[in-house]
């Protein structure tokens, strides 16, 4: 990890292609619920790619009130996701970007998750809590780690064929 990004790594016994769909059409159901979680602190909120596909946009909606967590910037299935984040306390511009990578390996599909662009968010942004850099990026890692173990458990589960 550097100041600027956090990186995160699991493994997942489906081949990449299933690791992508769980990730990408079952978001909500292995995403952690609570506000430490979801932008709209409200566990009921639904989080979900839409559309899914190059151009489509992370949301998450609660009845009428829809937050748009960020654009989709690259959708090469059982490849590679990457998408824009946004706090819901960012201010218009500040964004930063989260690179997911699925690789095939024996018995499944290492996943690489990396959250950047740390160094273009102010040092005394709430989202830091007060952290220099580092900190803040640690912090991210361990949130990152949190979401990752609930997906890596989630996609061992059976899914329907």
């Known amino acids: 990890m550097t100041a600027d990004r956090a990186r995160v790594t699991t ?6 292609l299933d690791a992508f769909e769980v990730f990408t059409e079952e978001t909500d159901l ?15 909120g639904v989080l979900r790619f839409d559309p899914p596909g190059p151009g489509g946009r992370l949301l998450e909606s609660f009845e009428e ?9 690259v959708w090469e299935p059982g ?17 930063t970007e989260v690179d997911v990578r699925f690789e ?15 160094d273009a968010i102010r040092m005394d942004h709430p989202v830091r809590h007060g952290q220099d850099g580092a900190a803040t990026v640690a912090t991210i ?5 949190d979401l990752v173990t609930r997906y890596r458990l989630h996609a061992a589960r059976p899914h329907p064929t």
């Open 79 to 95: 490849a590679r996701l990457v998408f824009q984040w946004r706090a819901s306390n960012f201010a218009p511009g500040e964004t």
């Open 30 to 44: 292995w995403w952690n619920k609570g506000p430490r979680y979801r932008g709209l602190q409200n566990p009921r």
């Open 65 to 73: 009130e829809v937050y748009e967590i960020g654009r989709v910037l």
């Open 141 to 145: 890692g361990r949130w990152w780690g």
């Open 104 to 118: 095939p390996t024996f018995g499944g599909t290492r996943v690489v998750l990396e959250h950047r662009g740390w």
């Open 11 to 16: 493994f997942v016994a489906v081949p990449p």
